[in-house]
């Protein structure tokens, strides 16, 4: 299966995470930081397995299984948008 990742530097630390499943790691650099994250994908989905909730968890993350393995929704728009933070004194 695939799943979309982001990579960010927080505090000297790269942060990887997979945004429909909500799992997150981190690393030294952005190599380790996504292969940690894809072995926490990875025990996640296992775990997951494990208890009987993999096909629910799935499908609430908005995967659909199509043959032998499970494909993300497909994503219309991606954007930034800006809003206004209200000041608050």
Not at 15 to 40: F, H, K, N, Q
Not at 51 to 59: F, R, V
Request: proline share 3%; glycine share 6%; aromatic share 8%.
């Amino acid at each position: 299966m695939s799943f979309s990742l982001q990579v960010w530097k927080e505090d000297g630390v790269y942060v990887a995470y997979a945004t429909e499943l909500d799992v997150s790691s981190c690393g030294d650099s952005v190599p380790e930081a996504r292969r940690r994250l894809r072995e926490a994908v990875s025990l996640f989905l296992e775990e997951a397995a494990h208890q009987g909730a993999l096909k629910e968890i799935l499908s609430e993350s908005g995967f659909e299984k199509h043959g032998d393995t499970y494909v993300p929704r497909r994503v219309l728009v991606r954007e930034k948008e800006s809003l206004a933070v209200p000041v608050v004194s």
